[in-house]
T-cell receptor, first 112, second 112 residues
Framework: DVKVTQSSRYLVKRTGEKVFLECVQDMDHENMFWYRQDPGLGLRLIYFSYDVKMKEKGDIPEGYSVSREKKERFSLILESASTNQTSMYLC???????????FGPGTRLTVT | GDSVTQMEGPVTLSEEAFLTINCTYTATGYPSLFWYVQYPGEGLQLLLKATKADDKGSNKGFEATYRKETTSFHLEKGSVQVSDSAVYFCALNSGGYQKVTFGTGTKLQVIP
């Protein structure tokens, strides 16, 4: 069965901390994505990666960076967490055949 | 650019009522179309998909037909259950790194 896992379901961090969110997929997909989801704003794309060490900015990359050292793993990094980064973070990979996405369970991050 | 418009929620229905959630899209070429469902506290799951005009996607009693002439992909279910309470997202993929465009989501609440 297709699987995307995220390192934490819930995370509480302090302002200014460096935060790592990790995502692993077992489907050998080339493309992976990080979104944030906020009430009333839907899903917004932060970054995506189309190959190892390759990345592209999405719609809201400010304050975030990413790392893709291995095909199965895609990490989102908050260099210096701020309270406006409190959100639900969703990782996804995408099937090359029809373009359907597979999502992880999400990480609810609270920055205090 | 690509866009997806879906009806505002929340939608509240009684158990066994008929469900329609409207979705229209704008895209270049011939996109694949999807409905995703998000249960409380979870990530998104693919509900159904259609990859070409006049295709009907179906799953768990839900159906949607890819209508190119009206650029629509409305979600329907004949008899909803309390367990169908969730947020439903319409989405499309028109290629190019396989980025997916999502609607803003429609919250469905089914009451006994």
């Amino acid at each position: 069965d297709v699987k995307v896992t995220q390192s934490s379901r819930y995370l509480v961090k302090r302002t200014g901390e460096k935060v790592f969110l990790e995502c692993v997929q077992d489907m050998d997909h080339e493309n992976m994505f990080w979104y944030r989801q906020d009430p009333g704003l839907g899903l917004r794309l932060i970054y995506f990666s189309y190959d190892v060490k390759m990345k592209e900015k999405g719609d809201i990359p400010e304050g975030y960076s990413v790392s893709r050292e291995k095909k199965e793993r895609f990490s989102l990094i908050l260099e210096s967490a701020s309270t406006n980064q409190t959100s639900m973070y969703l990782c996804a990979s995408i099937s090359p055949r029809y373009g359907e996405q597979y999502f992880g369970p999400g990480t609810r991050l609270t920055v205090t | 650019g690509d866009s997806v418009t879906q009806m505002e929620g929340p939608v509240t229905l009684s158990e066994e009522a008929f469900l329609t959630i409207n979705c229209t899209y704008t895209a270049t070429g011939y996109p694949s179309l999807f409905w995703y469902v998000q249960y409380p506290g979870e990530g998104l799951q693919l509900l159904l998909k259609a990859t070409k005009a006049d295709d009907k996607g179906s799953n768990k009693g839900f159906e949607a037909t890819y209508r190119k002439e009206t650029t629509s992909f409305h979600l329907e279910k004949g008899s909803v259950q309390v367990s169908d309470s969730a947020v439903y997202f319409c989405a499309l993929n028109s290629g190019g790194y396989q980025k997916v465009t999502f609607g803003t989501g429609t919250k469905l609440q089914v009451i006994p």
